[in-house]
């Protein structure tokens, strides 16, 4: 697969599907958001990242049950593939990286 | 998707998320993604209602469902495509094409059918635009107007009017009617000028008019302004007329002689003004004070109301409407003007009213006086003709398409078998007519840019394919969709409505399903509206040609031959005259030179005011004048049939006249020779010494004017010079040692000649444009008819295969069988004859009663376009019917 590059919210909500214990749809992942970053997301938003990401094979998707406050409309529920994973891990690993060639000592210079 | 009812609906059921925002929603978002959306949108909408209430999360929800409009929510992904559509459609162009490929033959009559009659109303399209937009090269051509004058003769109760108007009445114009005009401007008729430098002279058209005309006509100044024409001396260029005198040197401050009598200094130049307008030929201006202090004669009428003889143009002030300006001006003549004038305003019934220049060119011929009709008739005829060739290449179509609807039944009941909708059918052959429309679009394209340098030709036209404006391309897109639903309609609705069970039952031989007795009806209906078209056509041409032929046969009256005229416009020729007459002599070349005061191709010059003895006091008393000199009558070969002409031995032959055939008749004298005709003053009188033929002068379809003939033996009236060129002499050879003499005698003149026999020919030639026009229509309407004819008659000949394998095997002969297949046909055209005959003598009768010099339509018009259609007919339907004969009846029942 060739190098694809994630982009900052692809990424939140990439973690936010991987961090949860099952499958998600459109509205826990949007709330996961806003608490974990403070900003408030709009519906369209969430759904067209998680369907791009399906399409670039890092989420699969299933269709779920409905409910009442739905008006009866079904979910379509995510859940990370392998390829996610990766690609999740490719990230953490470059962050790491940088993070090791920071000088030791820098923070300290800035006073953090 | 739309929203179920659901028995678990929260206790907010009736308070539920914004309607509206569900509908766009719901309308917007692709299928396979609005239940996941909507749903989620709901559940965070339920969430709020708690949350923050019922109309914050409703505003909450709107907001939310506006987000969603972007492109991603509204595409559909190949992954997930629509079938129905693209697919079906795919199929509906891959099953035209094949139909296409599969029958080739009728398929290249059905394309260039169509595309020759979408040319043809292309073409004509192009010139009613060009029609209609004539003038409107001006931007003020809505507030632009000529002032006329009706009068009304006391005697004879007769309405007529001028567009001449007396010098005065600018000036009155601009001092009482100020407010209504933006411009007053007095003019002069345009007219043709020699404009001279040192070392050229060219011959251009030109117009004297006030200074405000630049203005008013909104010229594009390319050099100099509005302001160019105020200086007495100054003259304004068109581009062309400027690189014509001075190549690309710049212009202004050069100076030029026109006429080699009038000195100016160019002050500006314009964008030559397009062809479709009124001023379109005129290539320079000048200020008309100066025509005016150029012409003694014309300051002399300053305040003489007498003499009407100008044009006056004038702009409507922006807030004042045309209706208002003519009510206002109406009586003119009756408020404005002196004592005397008023009174003769009131005696002759004196209205002005103002002619429009969007009316000059569609509405010029006037009827008493006022605008009725003119060029507008040939915008609707041949909007109609043009109309009517498309309809017949659309019929074309149809008919084709539902013959052989018979060989494609089979398709259709396949087709509504396992699950076409009727809809879906009718979509099919739409679509398929709207593929041969386009190809065919593609073909008349091409046929017009082959066309388009003749046909401007013959329409005297400078037509072009707009193809830079994309409102042609709209209108092309508008023309398409409408004939391809024209052509498609009626095969569409046709095909799609045949009976699966009927069609594949087939009650007669396998293979094809046999319509009813009544589907061959309208068929044959569409072939006889075709040939009564086509026979109308031919019938329309012939009666033109004949009409022409008719005016050209008409005795002229004196002899054109190697007659040429050069204007005598330079006062150098003065005192001149003779000696040029003799050099000219000495040449060899010319058998004569005399002068007269008008071209003989026009009649320059009207007096009335004549009285002679007996005269009814209520008949019209003008007369056409034309004053020549000593020999005159010989150079043109006039005809005397009384008395004697001008004659250098009667020295008083300069108190004689010769009078027209016309002339003598109207005088009602037994024998008018000899004869006084007293003039207005009731004084001066002439004798009649002579009566000629009457000569050709106006238009050859009208009778010839009463006219005197008055002697001018010093050359004081003379304006034109004419020379015969001997007639054993060619004019190419005659021409270059005339050129010689009169640049010798008269360096400073132009040698602009025209052959009389030409301009003679020019009175014709709106007739023969009909003419050509005409016969191109017809021509085309015949093709147009012929191909169809040729379709149908192959078709049903193949139809017929077996039966006419049958009847051979029986005993028929060719001739029996060619007579079975074209009988059809022939009934059909006869049909056509009835109906197309008395329609095209309603019409030509109309057109000729425009003419009193008019040829007859005679019986044998219609026997001729009879015996032809018939004829064409035959040979058409000859060719297949006799193909379907000749086949050998083996080849055709061995299928059985």
Redesign the interface.
């Known amino acids: 697969m060739k190098k694809t590059v994630l982009g900052e919210l692809e990424e939140l909500v990439l973690l936010v599907v991987a961090a949860s214990t099952e499958e998600v749809y459109g509205v826990p992942v949007m709330e996961e958001l806003q608490r974990q970053t403070g900003r408030s997301f709009t519906v369209s938003a969430v759904h067209t990242t998680l369907y791009r990401l399906e399409e670039k094979g890092f989420l699969s998707s299933s269709v779920g049950g409905a409910t009442a406050e739905r008006g009866g409309r079904r979910k379509r529920l995510f859940a990370l593939t392998a390829a996610g994973g990766r690609v999740l891990l490719e990230i953490q690993q470059m962050r790491n990286q940088l993070w090791q060639s920071i000088p030791e000592g820098k923070f300290d210079l800035l006073g953090l | 998707m739309s ?2 009812p ?1 028995p ?3 206790p907010y059921a009736g308070s539920p998320t914004p309607r509206w925002a569900d509908r766009l929603l719901e309308w917007f978002v692709a299928p396979h ?1 609005l ?10 909408f ?2 709020r209602v708690e949350q923050v209430g019922l109309t914050r999360a409703r505003r909450e929800y709107g907001w ?1 469902v506006l ?2 409009l ?1 492109p ?2 509204h595409k559909s992904l190949s992954k997930h495509p629509q079938p129905a559509l693209t697919d079906m459609l795919r199929n509906y162009v891959k099953i035209a094409f094949r139909n296409l490929a599969k029958n080739k033959g009728y398929s290249f009559i059905n394309i260039a059918g169509l595309a020759m009659g979408m040319a043809v109303t292309m073409l004509i399209g192009l010139w009613i635009y060009d029609e209609l937009s004539f003038n409107q090269y001006h931007k003020n051509y809505e507030t632009i107007a000529q002032v006329r004058r009706l009068y009304t003769d006391p005697n004879i109760q007769k309405t007529d009017g001028t567009d001449a108007m007396q010098l005065p009445m600018g000036t009155a114009l601009k001092r009482n009617y100020q407010h209504y005009f933006k411009h007053t401007l007095m003019a002069w008729w345009v007219g043709e000028y020699t404009l001279s430098t040192e070392d050229k002279k060219m011959p251009k058209k030109g117009e004297f008019i006030e200074a405000g005309a630049l203005e008013m006509l909104s010229l594009n100044m390319l050099k100099g302004n509005y302001a160019s024409l105020t200086e007495l001396h100054s003259i304004v260029l068109s581009k062309s007329a400027s690189e014509a005198i001075f190549g690309q040197e710049d212009p202004i401050n050069k100076r030029l002689k026109i006429d080699n009598r009038i000195e100016v200094t160019v002050t500006g130049v314009y964008e030559d003004i397009p062809r479709n307008n009124r001023f379109g030929e005129v290539q320079f201006f000048s200020p008309w004070d100066l025509w005016v202090a150029s012409n003694d004669w014309i300051k002399q009428t300053e305040n003489d109301w007498g003499n009407s003889s100008f044009p006056i143009y004038v702009q409507l002030q922006p807030t004042i409407s045309l209706e208002t300006a003519n009510a206002r001006i109406n009586d003119f003549y009756q408020k404005s003007t002196p004592k005397d004038m008023a009174g003769r305003a009131a005696k002759y019934k004196y209205a002005v009213f103002l002619y429009p220049m969007n009316e000059w060119h569609l509405y010029s011929e006037l009827k008493n006086g006022r605008p009725a009709g003119g060029r507008i008739t040939f915008v609707w005829l041949f909007g109609i003709v043009g109309l009517f060739v498309l309809l017949l290449a659309c019929i074309n179509f149809m008919n084709l398409s539902t013959a052989r609807s018979e060989k494609r039944a089979k398709e259709i009941g396949v087709r509504k078998a396992i699950g076409s909708l009727k809809n879906q059918l009718v979509q099919q052959f739409l679509s398929e007519s709207f593929l041969v429309v386009m190809l065919s679009f593609v073909v008349s394209m091409v046929l017009i840019s082959i066309a388009l340098p003749w046909f401007n030709q013959v329409a005297d036209k400078e037509l072009s394919l707009p193809v830079e404006r994309p409102l042609f391309w709209l209108f092309n897109l508008v023309f398409i969709t409408v004939t391809a639903f024209l052509a498609g309609a009626y095969p569409a609705f046709y095909l799609s409505a045949f009976q699966p069970v009927k069609v594949l039952k087939g009650p007669s031989s396998p293979g094809t399903f046999r319509l009813g007795r009544f589907a061959a009806l309208p068929r044959k209906i569409l072939v006889v509206v075709q040939f009564v078209v086509s026979i109308v056509l031919i019938i329309g041409t012939i009666v033109v040609y004949k009409q022409i032929q008719f005016a050209q046969d008409r005795p002229v009256g004196y002899n054109r031959e190697g007659l040429i005229t050069i204007p005598k416009n330079d006062p150098k020729y003065a005192g001149k005259l003779d000696v040029l007459r003799s050099e000219l002599l000495n040449t060899g070349m010319v058998a004569g030179m005399e002068l007269s005061s008008s071209p003989l191709t026009a009649v320059r010059n009207n007096m009335g005011g004549f009285n002679w003895k007996g005269k009814d006091p209520e008949i019209a008393d003008d007369f056409a004048l034309t004053d020549v000199s000593y020999g005159f009558g010989q150079v043109v070969g006039w005809q005397l049939i009384a008395g004697r002409d001008f004659s250098k031995a009667f020295t008083t032959d300069s108190t004689k006249m010769i009078i027209n055939e016309s002339a003598a008749n109207y005088l009602g004298l037994k024998n008018p020779i000899g004869e006084f005709i007293t003039f207005y003053d009731g004084k001066t009188s002439r004798q009649i010494i002579g009566v000629v033929k009457d000569m050709v002068r106006t238009s050859p379809y009208e009778p010839q004017k009463r006219a005197f003939f008055f002697l001018d033996a010093n050359y004081a009236a003379a304006s034109q010079i004419a020379i015969k060129i001997k007639p054993t002499v060619s004019a190419t050879e005659a021409l270059p040692k005339i050129e010689a003499v009169f640049k010798k005698v008269v360096p400073s003149a132009a040698f602009d000649y025209k052959f009389v026999d030409e301009e003679y020919a020019k009175k014709f030639s709106n007739e023969e444009r009909i003419s050509k026009l005409a016969s191109f229509f017809a021509t085309l309407a015949i093709f147009i008819s012929c191909l169809g004819l040729f379709g149908l008659a192959s078709f049903i000949a193949e139809q017929r295969t077996k039966e006419i394998g049958v009847r051979k095997v029986l005993g028929a002969s060719v001739l029996n069988l060619w007579g079975l297949l074209s009988k059809d046909f022939v009934f059909l055209i006869v049909i056509a004859l009835g109906i197309a005959i008395p329609t095209a003598w309603y019409f030509l009768t109309g057109w000729l009663q425009n003419y009193t010099y008019r040829t007859e339509i005679s019986w044998w018009i219609f026997a001729v376009s009879g015996l032809g259609a018939l004829l064409v007919t035959l040979l058409t339907v000859s060719f297949q019917s006799i193909k379907a004969a000749l086949i050998n009846p083996v080849k055709s029942l061995r299928s059985e």
């Open positions: 929203k179920q659901n678990n609906e929260p993604l239940e996941y959306v909507q749903g989620d949108l709901q559940e965070v339920y969430k939310a987000h969603c972007t991603f929510f």
